[in-house]
T-cell receptor, first 114, second 114 residues
Framework: ETGVTQSPTHLIKTRGQQVTLRCSSQ?????VSWYQQALGQGPQFIFQYYREEENGRGNFPPRFSGLQFPNYSSELNVNALELDDSALYLC?????????????FGQGTRLTVV | AQSVTQLDSQVPVFEEAPVELRCNYS??????LFWYVQYPNQGLQLLLKYLSGSTLVKGINGFEAEFNKSQTSFHLRKPSVHISDTAEYFCAVSPIQGAQKLVFGQGTRLTINP
């Protein structure tokens, strides 16, 4: 079990609503990444935060936004939810920004948009 | 850009038999390579990674993988599987320079039959 915790574990929202997902990174980790995993697919990179600044972004629209706080915890916000946003959202933290260091994943938040 | 193809979506094997999960990748730049495992209702756990050096990499739970640069492959192997190895396995790459993200394949579901 990693020290990365995500909340909530499950969530149901209506199309058009907004949602906030939370991630508490492992102690001492200053880099947090978010991934979207649709059913039956591999995770897709949304964005990464390092010391409260976004330092990488995948091919996701601006309605996907995030924050990282001074304690390195993070939020993923999604506005104007669409049915295709239904997925498992994974947070990963690492001790440095270097991709060669291990990323530790949380158990994910399963979002269902109806 | 990078892409990862896992050649088998499902692999059924009998307990104590050997298994190979195949992974090919495409990238215009040098990459690091990873294998992750995902157990039901859990996040991803790193099995092993190739950064440099010996092309045969050993990981946790008796898994190993071989990097073949000429064939752009990174196949995962285990000589004798157990029921507890039943899970989804993901191959991933990440560029050594630039964008710090993991690009995943679509996954291979490994099912171990008694």
């Amino acid at each position: 079990e990693t020290g990365v915790t995500q909340s909530p574990t499950h969530l149901i929202k209506t199309r058009g609503q907004q949602v906030t997902l939370r991630c508490s990174s492992q102690s001492g980790h200053n880099t947090v990444s978010w991934y979207q995993q649709a059913l039956g697919q591999g995770p897709q990179f949304i964005f990464q935060y390092y010391r409260e600044e976004e330092n990488g972004r995948g091919n996701f629209p601006p309605r996907f936004s995030g924050l990282q706080f001074p304690n390195y915890s993070s939020e993923l916000n999604v506005n104007a939810l669409e049915l295709d946003d239904s997925a498992l959202y994974l947070c990963a933290s690492r001790g440095t920004t270097g991709v060669n260091t291990e990323a530790f994943f949380g158990q994910g938040t399963r979002l269902t948009v109806v | 850009a990078q892409s990862v193809t896992q050649l088998d979506s499902q692999v059924p094997v009998f307990e104590e038999a050997p298994v190979e999960l195949r992974c090919n990748y495409s990238s215009s730049v040098s990459v690091y390579l990873f294998w992750y495992v995902q157990y039901p209702n859990q996040g991803l756990q790193l099995l092993l990674k190739y950064l440099s050096g010996s092309t045969l990499v050993k990981g946790i739970n008796g898994f190993e993988a071989e990097f073949n640069k000429s064939q752009t492959s990174f196949h995962l192997r285990k000589p004798s599987v157990h029921i507890s190895d039943t899970a989804e396995y993901f191959c991933a790459v990440s560029p050594i320079q630039g964008a710090q993200k993991l690009v995943f394949g679509q996954g291979t579901r490994l099912t171990i039959n008694p």
